[in-house]
């Protein structure tokens, strides 16, 4: 019973909200300005033939002013706009959107999605364009008054710029709160709604059996 129920309610989840996991991004994204970012959304089979978009968010669930930035032609082949390209791949489920010469007003919340009858499922991207932060040589004093350079700094810093160096973490922007969140959380309301109704109808249907045996037995007829 719980197993029916819970594929009942995944398909008519997907019904209501067709975004729901068909669509996956990396969440968050982060580029420095003058320099390029690639953007690599995955999707699910079966939309292999649909066009693919990126647009700038201007809304729940909706580009800003309804507008693509670049969308491509149900193809593999890519299509560029500007600064910005997008191709698709059908055998590895997924496209990747390419934004070259950032600038800082590139930053925002953008949407990578399907165009399916103007519903198609889509994820949502946070970019951030900030500049690299460099390596500060720290300097130590000497007794003479003088400042020295700290070596293990200075050794760090021109061994990070070596092509053997291990490329350093940087900090990433946290991951906005997914929509994949929101579905499992109605996915679990429905549920629990649907048990809370199945629980009333037995209750009223034991009330009423209950009744109903005193309503089908005939008064006695008083002799006369």
């Given at each position: ?46 939309f292999e ?121 940087t900090h ?6 997914q929509p ?45």
């Amino acid at each position: 019973m719980g197993i029916r129920t819970m594929r009942i309610f995944s398909v008519l989840l997907w019904i209501l909200f067709p975004g729901c996991w068909a669509v996956t991004g990396p969440g968050a994204v982060r580029g420095s300005p003058g320099g390029s970012v690639a953007v690599r959304c995955r999707y699910r089979g079966g939309f292999e033939d649909d066009p693919k978009f990126w647009c700038r968010e201007g809304g729940r669930w909706r580009c800003s002013n309804g507008l693509f930035i670049v969308e491509t032609s149900g193809s593999e082949a890519e299509v560029r706009r500007g600064r910005v390209s997008i191709q698709d791949n059908h055998t590895e489920l997924a496209f990747t959107v390419t934004v070259e010469n950032l600038t800082r007003a590139d930053a925002g919340t953008y949407q990578c999605g399907v165009e399916r009858f103007g519903r198609g499922p889509r994820a949502t991207v946070e970019l951030t364009v900030s500049p690299a932060v460099p390596y500060a040589i720290q300097t130590e004093t000497t007794p003479q008054g003088t400042k020295q350079p700290d070596v293990s700094s200075s050794t760090k810093a021109e061994s990070s710029c070596s092509p053997t160096a291990h490329t350093i973490p940087t900090h990433t922007t946290p991951t906005r709160f997914q929509p994949i969140i929101i579905c499992f959380l109605l996915l679990v309301l429905l549920k629990v709604l649907f048990l809370l109704c199945i629980v009333c109808v037995l209750i009223w249907m034991s009330v009423r059996y209950r009744r109903r045996p005193r309503e089908m037995v005939p008064e006695r007829q008083t002799s006369s």
